[in-house]
């Protein structure tokens, strides 16, 4: 229910919100296709990485009929380099349904929207909300924070407890005559204002209602439960040349990277130099009976983080003589097209060195 100190916060956050919010492209728009899209890039992306990813993807695909008749491949071209491309595939596929369940347009109960394929609470809201003007509160990271630096919760963010008590907490605090600002407020205030490292309290709207504030306290919340462990992966690629073609395969299994194309790789339990490498089941399999060898180290020792995961990739450029069984699954394409196919961002470092971007 609203009392008198959350619709106090809300007036506040209102006020502050119509002086210092960004002019961002979706903010100036109810159609939840725009709202829906946007959210989605920004889940795992900052704004300044998102905007122009964005402006490519509405321009290519402008509404739910337009995605769901493109190719899985085509959406995984346009998401390149933004990581987490489960995202984009799970919205090629809600595009579909919303085909077949109803007819192409976007739904507008949220239960609708949240039984589509990669739609969370957090996204139903915000398109119910932002588009329809619908009471859902929105909690996305920004909002966890600021609610649990205001009311110096202790509850961790990170479990299910926590996740409904902060719910609750922001429903108490939703505006109901104003739901779209009101949410779109409290996020701006998260990611502008009451920022995870020294936000400047002095000049904040909500300091005399922040109990955090008050105690003393703002870098101790949000309180997490566990930061999950991080591991080390170790990979091999080979950029494999066979009469001029290049090899290549598209990654299917669930696992990083789904749908995106890699060159033929191993993967190694340890760190490995290319000695004992080759003494591997894996390398003797993939390389058996393709002639002679004319092997490039080319980059070794590429460090590349992803969440809970660490790679470490070196790169080989290899020349063969003949094809083995192993090697005729790969794809084989003229190395001039390479930029028709969508990778991940560790393969990018090395064809940005191919293509004489990076110092040796
Ligand atoms: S006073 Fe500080 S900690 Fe409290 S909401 Fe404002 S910026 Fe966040």
Known sequence: MI???SLAISDLLGKWYDQNRRLLPWREST????????EIILQQTRVAQGLDYFNRFICRFPNVV????ADEDEVLKYWE??????????????????????DGVFPSRY??????????????????????????????????RVLARLFAEETPIDNLK?????????AELMNSRYPAHHNQAMMELGALQCVPR???????????????????????YPVKQSLKKSRNRYLHYFYI????????????????????????????KEQMDFENLQSTTDFQRMFDDTGRLDIIPELSNVKHVLTHQVLFATFYKIQIERMNEALQHYLQIIPENIDLYAFPRLIHIYLDKLKGNLPD
């Open 66 to 69: 337009s995605l769901a008749a």
């Open 241 to 268: 040349i066979h009469h001029g073609k290049l090899l290549l395969s598209r990654r299917e299994k669930q696992d990083i990277w789904k749908g995106l194309y890699e060159f033929p790789n191993i993967e190694t």
């Open 81 to 102: 380099g933004l990581g987490y491309y489960s995202r984009a595939r799970n919205m090629h596929a809600a595009a579909k349904e919303m085909m077949d369940r109803f």
């Open 3 to 5: 009392n008198g100190k």
């Open 111 to 144: 239960e609708d929207v949240l039984s589509l394929k990669g739609i969370g609470e957090y996204t139903a809201a915000a398109i119910v909300s932002f588009a329809w003007n619908k009471p859902y509160p929105v909690v996305d990271g920004n909002v966890y």
């Open 31 to 38: 159609d939840p296709y725009i709202i829906w899209v946007s």
């Open 162 to 170: 926590g996740k409904k008590l902060f719910y609750a907490l922001a």
């Open 198 to 220: 020294n936000p400047d309290c002095g000049i904040c709207p909500l300091k005399d209602h922040c109990v955090a504030f008050a105690l003393g306290k703002v870098d101790l």
